[in-house]
């Protein structure tokens, strides 16, 4: 009988450390990947994964082992270090590999790990496309013999990615500014660091204020996860006391980013896609730009006031991923603060948004509460709220059939989403948890958004 892997999920590798994930299953994770990429084609030896790992402490061991595993399905070996999510997208591309592994469990638990990984041209490997052949792999633990071992290489990559990230601002633009980093103790620090040079280079007169800067993977100041209200003080408080434009907060791997206005008020990520959608169609007149299902309403207005084209995808990176390249879309954006760019290979990024942001303010001559306070009293949202539910198709039917006869127009895109109107709001039920999440918005009526969030809760948790 095989072992089950349970740390395969749909888009992703995670696992609590020892029974789910460990260094003999890393090693099996790297020989499936590899066999895998082996048998599309091409002469042994000719194919190269980079892999990176985030600060947690057992990714450099899990990195090696999975390393080990690529090398023996005779697949070459790209070790850029510690890096976070980004790098290895990055490396990916700009390298022309054949793909990219970044060990990492982001904002998990300490006692997880896990890893994301990209094929050529860094697409998205998720169940559709190729993570459920690994996971067949891995468990059947029977591959290939092969004579050929891939070589393994050790080189960074930052340079050249962080001359990538300065390509989208123009150090003319650039206002002084002060800035509150907030990189969690994880992987974001040395980014800061070799920017931070990059700026002084280019003449670029912004100042960091540097909170939880060293990479250390027990997380003296807990997980890294701005998501959660109990994560932010720290970053609000730094804002405030060094009188700083704005803060940034990033998970472990950083690739979200969140931001914190010159008052040390959290920014709901929902906001910051018209701010970024903004930006890029300043610069690129009638781009099209990918926006999710869960809060539409100021995106869309932004994009169209703006003389973009608005495109509305299913939630989740692959899909978005997938959907801008198939509109060619320059930028997409979601409320969960994933924000993707079509020169970054349609992938997501922790350090394009802020820089845009801050140019943004600078071309502006605003602050950031200035530029958001307008848009969050156009369209106010309480944000994402979740309730525990026994059967969450049950209570969905439930809705639809109290609310589906005064809707204007429902859609299905992901979960269900009902527009009156002068509000909306979208209900789906979590992948990995027996969760509904419930998002609302309301044109301009803040009272009725309370209203009818307490109305929508009273029927879902009763």
């Known amino acids: 009988m095989l072992e089950e892997l349970t740390c395969f999920k749909a888009y992703d590798i995670r696992g609590k450390l020892g029974e789910q994930l460990n260094d003999d299953i890393a090693y099996r994770i790297g020989r499936a990947f590899g066999q895998l990429l082996v048998s599309e084609g091409g002469e042994l030896g000719s194919k190269t994964v980079v892999v990176g790992g985030d600060v947690r402490l057992t990714s450099e061991s899990l990195k090696l082992k999975l390393a080990n595993g690529i090398m023996d399905s005779g697949v070459n070996v790209l070790d850029i270090g510690l890096t976070g999510t980004e790098e290895i997208y990055f ?8 793909g990219g592994v970044e060990v990492t469990a982001s904002h998990n638990p300490m ?4 890893m994301k990984l990209v094929r050529e041209d860094s697409k998205p490997i998720s169940g559709d496309t190729g993570l459920f052949e690994i996971k067949r792999l891995a468990e059947e633990n029977n591959f290939n013999q092969i004579t050929f071992k891939g070589t393994y290489q050790q080189q960074s990559h930052l340079a050249a990615y962080v001359n990538h990230l300065m390509s989208y601002i123009t150090p003319a633009n650039i206002r002084p500014l002060k800035i ?13 660091d070799e920017l931070e040079v990059a700026f002084q280079v280019a003449g670029i007169p912004i100042v960091f204020i540097k909170v939880h800067h060293e990479a250390d993977g ?8 701005p998501l959660l209200p109990e994560c932010r003080a720290d970053t609000s408080k730094a804002v405030l006391e060094h009188c700083a434009d704005f803060g940034i907060a990033w998970d472990g791997d950083f690739d979200r980013c969140f931001l914190f206005d010159e008052m040390g008020e959290f920014i709901e990520g ?16 009638g781009a099209k730009i990918i926006h999710d299902p869960r809060l539409t309403w100021n995106s869309i207005d932004v994009i169209e006031k703006n003389g973009g084209s608005p495109i509305m995808s299913k939630t989740g990176h692959a899909f978005i991923k997938e959907r801008m390249r198939q509109e060619d879309a320059i930028y997409g954006g979601e409320m969960s603060a994933h924000h993707y760019f079509k020169d970054f290979a349609y992938c997501d990024s922790g350090m394009i948004p802020w820089l845009l942001v801050a140019e943004l303010l600078s071309v502006k001559s605003s602050s950031l509460s200035a530029l958001v306070k307008a848009r969050i009293a156009a369209f106010p949202s309480p944000g994402e709220i979740n309730s525990i539910v026994n059967d969450a198709d049950i209570v969905i039917e439930r809705l639809l059939q109290h609310y589906s006869s005064s809707a204007n ?7 269900i989403s009902l527009e009156f109107d002068t509000w909306r709001f979208n209900l789906r039920k ?8 419930l998002n609302l918005e309301t044109r301009g009526d803040k009272e009725l ?4 969030t307490q109305e929508l809760l009273d029927m879902i948790r009763s």
Do not use: C, W
């Open 409 to 415: 127009s429902i859609d299905y895109t992901d979960g």
């Open 91 to 98: 490396a990916t591309k700009d390298l022309a590999l054949a």
């Open 270 to 285: 929902y906001y910051i896609v018209g701010l970024l959608a903004e930006a890029f169609l300043q610069k690129n007149v």
């Open 180 to 192: 509150v980093a907030n990189s969690g103790n994880g992987a974001a620090g040395h980014v800061i």
């Open 449 to 452: 958004m309370e209203l009818k």
């Open 111 to 114: 006692n997880y790990n896990g």
């Open 218 to 225: 027990s997380f003296p100041n807990g997980i890294p996860n």
């Open 430 to 437: 979590s992948n990995t948890e027996p969760l509904l999440r």
